[in-house]
């Protein structure tokens, strides 16, 4: 779906629009791009799924091997949303093209509705990070207690994840 939406891009960039037809083709272009990130994040962590089942569960060679190959495919896919960007929104510089974007160059080349909508994003994003891996323990204690199978490893290693993603939040807000 990805390369599909793509693939329409280049095909719209190709075409002249004028007035409210214009915006419209940027609000397409907009959505596609979203969709585009969406589906490429989706694929990646649905990629990283099949392949530790693999390795896990069935320990089938074919299925690994394909698990491999789609997991390279959606990573490129993800590093490539620069590039992509840059086909979305031809009149922005965001980085240099031998250097992949971060924070601060993609905020200066963003307007203030823009930078709303990614602080938005961020801080719902943060926020239900921090619900899911609260809830994730909680079930993986109640788990541990009711089939003696030990989570113990699980819970130590979300625990982490949730303490270096608070930490590195209120480091950054602090530090401003």
């Known amino acids: 779906m990805s390369i599909f939406r793509y693939q329409q891009i280049k095909s719209l960039n190709k075409q002249n629009f004028s007035g409210e037809e214009e915006d419209g083709v940027e609000n397409r272009k907009y959505k596609m791009f979203s969709d585009y990130a969406l589906c490429t994040h989706v694929s990646f962590?649905?990629?990283?799924?099949?392949?530790?089942?693999?390795?896990?569960?069935?320990?089938?060679?074919?299925?690994?091997?394909?698990?491999?190959?789609?997991?390279?495919?959606?990573?490129?896919?993800?590093?490539?949303?620069?590039h992509f960007a840059q086909?979305?929104?031809?009149?922005?510089?965001?980085?240099?093209?031998?250097?992949?974007?971060?924070?601060?160059?993609?905020?200066?080349?963003?307007?203030?509705?823009?930078?709303?909508v990614i602080l938005d994003g961020l801080f719902k994003s943060q926020s239900l990070l921090n619900f899911s891996l609260f809830f994730a323990i909680a079930f993986s204690v109640t788990y541990s207690i009711t089939t003696n199978d030990s989570e113990i490893f699980s819970i130590i290693l979300m625990a982490i994840v949730l303490l270096v993603v608070n930490v590195k939040y209120q480091l950054v807000v602090r530090n401003k």
């Open 87 to 116: 086909l979305v929104y031809p009149e922005r510089t965001v980085t240099p093209s031998t250097s992949k974007p971060d924070a601060e160059s993609v905020l200066d080349v963003a307007d203030d509705g823009e930078k709303y």
């Open 45 to 82: 962590v649905f990629s990283i799924l099949a392949l530790s089942l693999s390795l896990i569960v069935t320990q089938n060679v074919i299925m690994i091997i394909v698990s491999v190959i789609v997991l390279i495919i959606t990573f490129f896919l993800g590093n490539y949303m620069s």
